[in-house]
C-alpha cells in the first residue's frame, strides 16, 4: 500500500473532495446534516442542525452547496 496524499487541487476549495471517475469533483451527499455545513463553512443556514443539505438546497432555491455558502457569506 503507497501513501496516497489528497489534495486540494481546485482554487477556492475548502477541505479535501475525492473525484469522480471521469474528473469532476463530487456532489455533497445530500443526507448531509446542516450543523455539518454550518461549523465547516462558518455559515448560518438558519434552519435545525438536523435537516438534510437537500433540505437546505430547496428551501433557499440553490442548487448546490457552493451556491449555497456563496448566497449566505
Known amino acids: 500500500m503507497g501513501n496516497k496524499k489528497s489534495s486540494n487541487d481546485a482554487p477556492g476549495m ?4 475525492s473525484r469522480t471517475k471521469s474528473g469532476p469533483l463530487r456532489e455533497k451527499r445530500g443526507d448531509t446534516r446542516v450543523d455539518t455545513i454550518e461549523k465547516k463553512y462558518k455559515i448560518d443556514i438558519g434552519m435545525r442542525g438536523d435537516a ?3 433540505t437546505a438546497l430547496e428551501r433557499h432555491g440553490v442548487k448546490s452547496l457552493h451556491e449555497l455558502v456563496e448566497k449566505l457569506k
Do not use: M, S, V
Not at 475548502?14 to 473532495?17: A, Q
Open 52 to 54: 438534510n443539505l437537500d
Open 14 to 17: 475548502r477541505g479535501d473532495r
